[in-house]
């Protein structure tokens, strides 16, 4: 039966392929060609040749240059067999080719592995389409779906010696980027904005995505940075594990307090001063200067440029600046009471400065020292002394004045020097104490002054 099935095909192939000779010798359709009776389709195995050349099989009428037909929907169409099994196969199994210069081209199958589309012209391959750029041109959608039993999808690409590549690019676009490029090394992008990225391989709890210093991302465990180094609170806020590691540099690889940043002359540090000896403060921040066990370092051994500074603050809430100067060498650290010593400035917890001195004596400014500038303004609140001018100013008569000053050995109004030593001087107070004076002294003179010309004008007046 398989024998004569290919003879069929056989004789149906010579017969479309030499049609000239058919018309020859006068066959004119509808006309039975050759038949081939099976017990159940003789009329369906009858190949017909129609007037405008057109060959049918089960049909007498075909439409095509070869036209099948079958009633049947169960049935294939068209098949076509060979007689060994896939895995017995030697040479090609489906032909629709043709060879020019020894090169097959059209579609065939080589051998078990493969199926070959080839094309004579450029070697292109279209689909949706009429013409294309490439071997492959596909206008539509693609989909692609996994082997049976199998959940992944594989596109191997074959290396001519170097690293292949696969460039995405956007052929019609006025631009020759590659917004994506993947060979066996990387995946390149220009750029890459996704709302969402899972990175599967190596990937885990308490993972991070580290960076080498060629720019290759690998999943690192986490855990010493998380749970060693570094330490997470409820409300995801990441703080340094100081049980096991109580100094956090940066820029020096031995820190000497909690924080320190840079080393040598330049460093700073961030550390604790609640001690007795340092008033149970909170904290300080060292210029060239850090605490550890109560001693003061620094980062310089040059005695003629050591020199730092240190900011602390008390439990009263005062806030303390200490000038370390230069010649302290840091074989021999400071004790706390050394930094003391050299305060400089006090911030008061009541807003009081103090300069050179810890007690301002209620003064929103004290200086102990000598004070410059270029100008200076008081804003008094009290009455300025042009009161002595009016006429119902009363001066003191100049004998009880006398008597005053004999008794006191200061002018009336004016503080004792026992006062001065003691109080200092209120700059405000002191000038509307002088100008008042120097008013009194100015009324003073003016009646002596008129006194003196009423003598005058009296001693002209005795006969000589």
Known sequence: MKTKTMLFLILLISTILNNDNVHAQGLYPPYPLTEYASPTTFKQSTLFESYRNYFGLGINAPKAKLHIYSPYSSYALLKIETQPTLDQLSSDSILFMGIKNSARYGIYQPGSNSLTFRNYFHNKVCIGNDDGYDILNVTGHITLAPPENEDTIKIHVNSNGSIPTIAFKFRDLQTTSTPLSINAACVKTPCFETDFIKINNHAGINKVL???????????????????????????????????????????????????VNSGTAAVSIGSVNDQSMDWGNGYIGFNEARRDNYWYN?????SSNGGAVIYNDDMGNLFFSTIPTGTSSINP????????????????DGSVGVGTLNTHGYKLAVNGKVICEELKVQLFNEWPD??????????????????????????????????????????????????????????????????????????????
């Open 210 to 260: 580290m960076s080498d210093d060629f720019g290759n991302g690998q999943w690192t465990d986490a855990s010493r940075f998380i749970t060693d180094y570094w330490l997470v609170n409820q409300t995801r806020d990441l703080y340094l594990n100081t049980d096991r590691y109580p100094h956090l540099g940066i820029g020096v690889q031995v820190p000497i307090d909690r924080f320190q």
């Open 299 to 303: 980062y310089s051994d040059a005695n």
């Open 334 to 349: 400071l004790s706390d009471q050394d930094i003391k010593d050299h305060r400089k400035v006090i911030i008061s917890k």
């Open 387 to 464: 009161y002595v001018f009016n006429q119902k100013y009363k001066l003191l008569p100049l004998n009880e004045l006398e008597q005053f000053i004999e008794k006191n050995k200061h002018l009336p109004d004016v503080p004792t020097e026992e006062t001065i030593k003691k109080d200092g001087i209120n700059m405000g107070e002191m000038n509307t104490i002088l100008l008042k004076k120097i008013e009194e002294l100015t009324k003073y003179v003016i009646e002596q002054q008129k006194q003196i010309d009423e003598l005058r004008a009296n001693q002209k007046q005795i006969p000589m």
